[in-house]
């Protein structure tokens, strides 16, 4: 059983950067790609981008292309998501999560695998 674990959240001011990792454990990893989303209160999760495992291609959403890097360690089985020049608006619980296979990236119902979320508080 495939468990994701999130971790790295908390508060920054607007303007700051944040990373955050997400940690697989368990297997097989048999996926296509690990994503990530943040769900802002009152909202819908949203996708922020997504990191494909056989090449390491990278997609972004247009609210964070060129603020957002997507990484990854494969020594640790760690994805990394780094944001600079926060806003506000990028107040959320960000969850990471794989995706079997398709190359639809930013609909949340292909995830299968879900982290716990964690919470990142930007201030003005």
């Known amino acids: 059983q495939v468990q994701l674990v999130e971790s790295g959240g908390g508060w920054v001011q607007a303007g700051g950067s944040w990373r955050l990792s997400c940690t697989a454990l368990?297997?097989?990893?048999?996926?296509?790609?690990l994503g990530w989303f943040g769900r802002a209160p009152g909202k819908e999760r949203e996708f922020v981008g997504r990191?494909?495992?056989?090449?390491?291609?990278?997609y972004y959403a247009d609210s964070v292309e060129g603020r957002a890097t997507i990484s990854r360690d494969d020594a640790e089985n760690t994805v990394y998501l780094q944001m600079n020049n926060l806003k506000p608006e990028d107040t959320a619980v960000y969850y990471c999560?794989?995706?079997?296979?398709?190359?639809?990236?930013?609909?949340?119902?292909?995830?299968?695998?879900w982290g716990q979320g964690t919470q990142v508080t930007v201030s003005s």
């Open positions: 368990g297997g097989p990893f048999t996926f296509n790609s």
């Open positions: 999560a794989l995706k079997p296979s398709g190359p639809v990236n930013a609909d949340p119902n292909l995830y299968i695998y």
């Open positions: 990191i494909r495992w056989s090449d390491g291609d990278t």
